[in-house]
């Protein structure tokens, strides 16, 4: 079975700290995924990546950075929260890329910025 | 940039019903199209992925039809651990080239005793 796995199920921050929201998927997969989720907007991309290394904007990028220095790990970084940052953070991963087949997902992350 | 488009419900049904819900997209050059399953608080997880011809798995029935650029999911006999919230994933085009999978904003269904 495929697993991912995020660093929190909830955090906690004050406006203007750095965040780091991390996640790890076991299945060699080479393409990434960061969603985040509120009430009525559904999921929205923020970044993806279908290569180590590669990185690419999604359609929400404002206010975010990600890091993908090994192929099982995508760390979702907010530079400076803002509490319109509070959301549920999903990470996905997939075996091929471009949408073309199942991706999977990790618990994801509740964060409230304070 | 409203790709995918969902009625966001809730349908609510009796125990037995039989239950459907579309999803329309809206670029033609799309290629995968799939259902997700999202319970409360929990992550979504496939439900099912669309063909073309169409497909089945027990009680549910997707079906994509190209020409008016939707898809749809047939629930019979819905039980009450179908109560969820049913995504569209269709995958689509951005600015800057990459496909990318968009998903509808999901359709919530509540199955009643």
């Known amino acids: 079975d495929v697993k991912v796995t995020q660093s929190s199920r909830y955090l906690v921050k004050r406006t203007g700290e750095k965040v780091f929201l991390e996640c790890v998927q076991d299945?060699?997969?080479?393409?990434m995924f960061w969603y985040r989720q509120d009430p009525g907007l559904g999921l929205r991309l923020i970044y993806f990546s279908y290569d180590v290394k590669m990185k690419e904007k999604g359609d929400i990028p404002e206010g975010y950075s990600v890091s993908r220095e090994k192929k099982e790990r995508f760390s979702l970084i907010l530079e400076s929260a803002s509490t319109n940052q509070t959301s549920m953070y999903l990470c996905a991963s997939s075996l091929l890329a471009g949408g073309l087949d199942t991706q999977y997902f990790g618990p994801g992350t509740r964060l409230t910025v304070l | 940039r409203k790709e995918v488009e969902q009625d966001p419900g809730p349908f609510n049904v009796p125990e037995g019903a039989t239950v459907a819900f579309n999803c329309t997209y809206s670029?033609?050059?799309?290629?995968?199209f799939f259902w997700y399953r999202q319970d409360c608080r929990k992550e979504p997880k496939l439900l099912m992925s669309v063909y073309s011809s169409g497909n089945e798995d027990g009680r549910f029935t997707a079906q994509l039809n190209r020409a008016s650029q939707y898809i749809s999911l047939l629930i019979r006999d819905s039980k009450l651990s179908d109560s969820a919230t049913y995504l569209c994933v269709v995958n689509g085009l951005l600015s800057g080239g990459s496909y990318i999978p968009t998903f509808g904003r999901g359709t919530s269904l509540i199955v009643h005793p």
């Open positions: 299945m060699d997969h080479e393409n």
């Open positions: 670029n033609s050059a799309s290629q995968s």
